[in-house]
């Protein structure tokens, strides 16, 4: 028989869950439960994530992730977040200088055109 959650889970469109519980956080990095918060303990990975008012405890994947990515030597692989910013940036500068310049140019126009009367 399965759980609710992995009903729902199987279920099309449906995402994976980003926070999951300990079992399933040691599964998704290949440790058991005891070495994983071994390996917790240590910095290797993080902590769980710090529910307000819940005694809960769960691991955000990506959280974990990023500490593969660290441990394997793969910094800032999965994240480019910083590189797409500053892509979007300069997009948006090419843009921006490209509307001035039309709005530029249009004034330019109107200012030759000669006067109706």
Known sequence: MTSRKAEIAQRP?????R????????????????S?????????????????KSRRRAWDVKALEAALDR???????SDDSE????AWQERQREW??????????R???LRRRPAMG
């Open 36 to 52: 994983f918060e071994a390996e917790v303990a240590s910095g290797t990975f993080p902590q769980p994530f710090p529910f307000a």
């Open 96 to 105: 921006e200088g490209g509307f001035a310049d039309r709005i530029r140019g």
């Open 83 to 86: 590189e797409r910013k500053r």
């Open 19 to 34: 926070l999951v519980p300990l079992e399933e956080a040691a599964c998704y990095v290949g440790h058991s439960d005891d």
């Open 13 to 17: 469109g449906v995402r994976a869950p």
């Open 107 to 109: 004034a330019e126009m």
């Open 71 to 77: 441990a394997a030597g793969l910094q800032g692989a």
